[in-house]
């Protein structure tokens, strides 16, 4: 089957600084890709490249490389040769993003239900009432309790996980054929974490979009990806399928990187957690 | 609610301070009045100033004289000017409207321009037009008002004759309301742009250095990665977070910007407040002084109410008490 998404050999600059090397994925329909590695690695980069928002606020380049995608028309286009004003209507609808940090990705002085109706109104061209009635629908999807009241509420006035929720709401809202999930339980507590990852997954399996989902936990891959691929230093170090990575990983770099997970018992008779060997890649 | 009613009663007791303050100095200060009024009456022999001195109070303790104006000032009487032998509030009422035009429009101009002048140079740092506006912002903040309306007197007055010199209205002017008003705004060029241009320059290098923050913020990448038109970004999401800090400014520099519109008003023989504290200082005419000082103490009070009210509308976190 073709991919939905397909990067191919893409590079990203800031300045003289190459952020993302000549990286290559594919992306499936119903499909969670894991994009992991450690923080500076190019992971966040490649989303914002596939959203073309690093060029939007930032001094990124994107210097080669394509990234195709197949559009709502079943046409296969490339993200990275189109204009601004085609990339806004792919973004928040055909393709759409949730990131790391709830309480500063949302608006302090928008409530959250005038937030995820502004891409409904935008994207569907709906009405107020109409965009209303679509968010209490998305936010009964996410599972916020008490969803009317939730509406009118601040994000500074709900908690870490139901502000993510608001995200993942605010994404779906426009029924996405990729999602881009960045870091998103990083800055949530275990519990929650939980939660969301369950949720995501749901949520996948319900709307048959495609996620791609950044993360440097291991934990998190072995909960929800199909497919891993491992960046280090702006380049993919190894990809496959979760299982694979998990069982049999090749490259010095990912086994480091799957050691690195704290296990029951792995500090007895330490005193101190053994130091992380940085382990550089040679393709 | 509960808060606000707080902060007026705090302000109500800044403000007995600001007037028993006020009162102090002004009776410490050197020169009688009592000899002033009898100078200008050509009388100036001891019984006669002795006579004035009675019939004003002046001969009363200090103590006994500053609960009296007080008791009166509560009752809103303000007393009479030695000078205009009129109601002190009258005199107030008539020139706190000018005033409050000359101020209303300079803050406008200075807030509005500034901050698009800000939202300007910060979303396009690079562009010649900044760097210009940079200079100007820097030059406007360095030039003292006095000089600044001097400056705008002979290059658009007196060079090109495009406004007039002084005053607030056309003397020959017989016209209906409308011309009325239009004479005024036509006098009200010159020393609002004066007044405010200082202003302009602060709250726009505060508005630019404010948006590039915001700009750079991850709520303005989320309405990015919604698909929001750029326009949308800047003018919906961040502009009403970058202006923020612009209002907290505005808020506190009320007071100097009164004190700025006594010049201003100087330099262009506009009748406001400013004018009558003025003449009032050079002709010892303590209770229009005080009247002025209590009047511009309360109207700093009432602006700082309104300045955090605004912040309540502007800022939901606010509203509760506070963000979490």
Not at chain 1, 208 to 222: E, K, Q, S
Not at chain 2, 94 to 114: E, H, K, M, Y
Request: contains cysteine.
């Amino acid at each position: 089957m073709d991919p939905l998404l397909s990067v191919r050999g893409l590079t990203v600059t800031f300045g003289s600084f190459t952020a993302v090397e000549d990286v290559s994925f594919d992306i499936h329909a119903g499909q969670t890709l894991a994009v992991v590695g450690e923080s500076g690695s190019g992971k966040s980069v490649t989303a914002l490249s596939i959203m073309r928002l690093v060029e939007l606020g930032t001094r990124g380049k994107i210097e080669a490389g394509e990234i195709l995608f197949r559009n709502s028309d079943g046409e296969v286009i490339d993200l990275v040769r189109q204009r601004e004003d085609q990339m806004r209507e792919i973004r928040g609808n055909q393709i759409s993003m949730i990131f790391q940090e709830p309480l500063t990705s949302l608006n302090p002085v928008y409530s959250v239900g005038d937030q995820v109706a502004e891409a409904v109104i935008l994207h569907q061209g709906l009405d107020k009432e109409a965009a209303n009635e679509r968010v209490l629908d998305m936010f009964r999807l996410v599972r916020i309790p008490e969803p009317e009241e939730r509406m009118a509420q601040f994000p500074h006035e709900m908690s870490g996980g139901m502000r993510q929720r608001v995200m993942i709401a605010m994404a779906l809202s426009c029924d996405p054929k990729v999602l881009i999930a960045d870091e998103p339980t990083t800055a949530l507590d275990v519990t929650i974490q939980a939660q969301i990852l369950g949720l995501m997954r749901d949520l996948r399996e319900q709307t048959g979009a495609a996620v791609l989902i950044i993360t440097h936990d291991m934990g998190v891959v072995a909960e929800v990806a199909d497919d891993v691929v491992v960046m280090n230093r702006a380049k993919v170090v190894e990809r496959g399928p979760v299982t694979q990575i998990f069982e049999s990983a090749t490259e010095p770099y990912t086994q480091a990187l799957l050691a690195s997970v704290p296990r029951l018992g792995s500090m007895t008779g330490l005193d101190k957690p053994a130091p992380f060997e940085l382990v550089e890649y040679q393709p | 609610m509960k808060q606000i009613t707080a902060r007026i009663a705090w302000s109500l007791g800044l403000i007995l301070a600001v007037i028993v303050m006020c009162f102090t100095l002004i009776h410490l200060a050197p020169g009688d009045v009592a000899i002033v009024i009898a100078g200008d009456s050509g009388a100036g022999d001891p019984e006669v100033i002795a006579e004035i001195r009675e019939d004003l109070g002046l001969d009363q303790p200090f103590v006994v004289q500053l609960g009296g104006y007080v008791g009166d000032v509560a009752q809103g009487d303000l007393g009479t000017s030695y000078r205009f032998n009129e109601p002190v509030t009258d005199l107030i009422t008539t020139r706190l409207w000018p005033t409050f035009l000359l101020v209303g429009t300079a803050v406008s101009f200075a807030i509005v321009l500034g901050v698009l002048v800000g939202v300007f140079t910060a979303r396009r740092p690079e562009n010649p037009i900044s760097h210009g506006v940079t200079v100007f912002s820097l030059t406007g903040y360095s030039m003292p008002v006095f000089w600044t309306g001097l400056m705008l007197v002979i290059m658009f007055a007196s060079n090109v004759r495009w406004f007039p010199v002084s005053g607030m209205r056309d003397v020959r002017l017989d016209g209906n309301w409308l011309e009325e008003w239009i004479d005024i705004a036509h006098h009200l060029v010159l020393p609002s742009i004066t007044l405010g241009v200082i202003y302009l320059a602060q709250y726009s290098r505060l508005s630019r250095a404010s948006m590039l923050e915001v700009l750079q913020s991850d709520y303005v990448r989320t309405a990015r990665a919604k698909g929001l038109a750029e326009r949308r970004v800047v003018y919906k999401h961040a502009l009403r977070n970058a202006v923020i800090p612009v209002v907290t400014v505005a808020g506190l520099q009320f007071g100097q910007m009164l004190s700025g519109a006594l010049l201003v008003e100087t330099v262009f023989n506009w009748p406001g407040l400013g004018r009558l504290a003025s003449d009032s200082v050079f002709q010892r005419d303590a209770p229009v002084l005080l009247g002025i000082l209590i009047c511009s103490a309360s109207l700093v009070v009432i602006i700082n109410i309104l300045t955090d009210l605004v912040y309540r509308l502007i800022d939901p976190r606010i509203r509760v008490g506070g963000a979490s």
